[in-house]
């Protein structure tokens, strides 16, 4: 168990431009999430896959954040045309499917932290 | 909509005093609770969890907290910080059998020598 990874752990990316995150979750793990964290705040809910469907997404997600997990195993989350209101901490975390889905526990990658200048 | 507060949003405390961090959901009905904490240069970790059964639960580290289904909290202890402990603390619900987490916005616990 190597736990949840994510590249890159820092971005610094210009206002407009197109930024792509990755997220590897533990694996066998086959729920997958994305959060979002702004300074001061306790991380906040983007959107949720299990295995490669996308199950649910946050209204914070707007059209310009797109989520894909194509073989249900890493995710990658892209924000296109990005702007100063998008830095943030983007976390991921995944979860298995026991067979009690009350009982699921999420475990959490260490973030990366974009900044747009 | 479901939401978690945490009303402590900066404690300092003495090495050996004990901890008590505020946490309260509003839902009325099915609950998962968690503790995350989130040491200085370092990811979330789960300190411990509540799905149902005995309220009082006990996690890493010497933490525990108590599930009080009327008061709709679930506080975290600890009898005896060390200075170890300085870290943010979260807490968490998940709430109705559903999968996201609601984070409250955190406890900043800074422990002195």
């Known amino acids: 168990d190597t736990g949840v990874s994510q590249d890159p752990r820092h971005k610094i990316t210009k206002r407009g431009q197109n930024v792509t995150f990755r997220c590897d979750p533990i694996s066998e793990h086959n729920r997958l999430y994305w959060y979002r964290q702004t300074l001061g705040q306790g991380p906040e809910f983007l959107t949720y896959f299990q295995n490669e469907a996308q199950l649910e997404k946050s209204r914070l997600l707007s059209d310009r954040f797109s989520a894909e997990r194509p073989k249900g195993s890493f995710s990658t989350l892209e924000i296109q045309r990005t702007e100063q209101g998008d830095s943030a901490m983007y976390l991921c975390?995944?979860?298995?499917?026991?067979?009690?889905?009350?009982?699921?526990?999420?475990?959490f990658g260490p973030g990366t932290r974009l900044t747009v200048l | 909509a479901q939401s978690v507060s945490q009303h402590n949003h900066h404690v300092i405390l003495s090495e050996a005093a004990s901890l008590e961090l505020g946490c309260n959901y509003s839902?009325?009905?099915?609950?998962?609770l968690f503790w995350y904490v989130q040491y200085p240069g370092q990811h979330l970790q789960l300190l411990l969890k509540y799905f149902s059964g005995d309220p009082l639960v006990k996690g890493i580290k010497g933490f525990e907290a108590e599930f009080i289904k009327s008061k709709f909290s679930f506080n975290l202890r600890k009898p005896s910080v060390q200075w170890s402990d300085t870290a943010e603390y979260f807490c968490a619900a998940v709430t109705g059998g559903g999968n996201k987490l609601t984070f409250g916005t955190g406890t900043q616990l800074k422990v002195e020598l």
């Open positions: 839902y009325g009905g099915t609950v998962n």
């Open positions: 975390a995944s979860s298995s499917n026991p067979r009690d889905r009350n009982r699921d526990t999420q475990y």
